[in-house]
C-alpha cells in the first residue's frame, strides 16, 4: 500500500493550486484522510481531514480558502487551495487511515503517509 502526493509547485501569492493524493496498492477500506502542512524549520501541522462520510474539518488559517474533497472510488483525497499567502510554503503531506494488504496478502492497518509534495508561494 502506498500513497502518492503530487500537484505541488511555484505560484504567487493569492494564485491557486490543487494537490492529489492517492492510495494504491490492495485497499480494503479508508477511514479518514489527512493532510498536513510543514513549514521550513517547523513541525508538520495538520490542515484539513476528511471523513469516509465526507465529514470535514479545517485548521483555523486555511478556513475559506482551502477545500478537502475526497474520491472514494478513486482511493484519491484532494486540496485545492486558493488565495494562497507565502505562509502556505511548505511541504504538504498526506495521509490515510486504512486497511489493505501488502504484497504477500498480510492485512495491513492504520496509518499511511505519502511522501510529501513542495508547495512554494511567492510574495
Known amino acids: 500500500v502506498q500513497l502518492q502526493a503530487s500537484g505541488g509547485g511555484l505560484v504567487q501569492a493569492g494564485g491557486s493550486l490543487r494537490l492529489s493524493c492517492a492510495a494504491s496498492?490492495?485497499?480494503?477500506?479508508?477511514?479518514?484522510m489527512d493532510w498536513y502542512h510543514q513549514a521550513p524549520g517547523k513541525l508538520r501541522e495538520l490542515v484539513a481531514g476528511?471523513?469516509?462520510?465526507?465529514?470535514?474539518t479545517y485548521t483555523d488559517s486555511v478556513k475559506g480558502r482551502f477545500t478537502i474533497s475526497r474520491d472514494n472510488a478513486k482511493n484519491t483525497v484532494y486540496l485545492q487551495m486558493n488565495s494562497l499567502k507565502p505562509e502556505d510554503t511548505g511541504v504538504y503531506y498526506c495521509?490515510?487511515?486504512?486497511?489493505?494488504?501488502?504484497?504477500?496478502?498480510?492485512?495491513?492497518?492504520?496509518?499511511?503517509w505519502g511522501q510529501g509534495t513542495l508547495v512554494t508561494v511567492s510574495s
Open positions: 476528511i471523513t469516509s462520510d465526507g465529514s470535514t
Open positions: 495521509n490515510a487511515d486504512l486497511v489493505g494488504a501488502d504484497g504477500a496478502g498480510t492485512v495491513v492497518a492504520g496509518i499511511h
Open positions: 496498492g490492495t485497499i480494503y477500506s479508508i477511514n479518514y
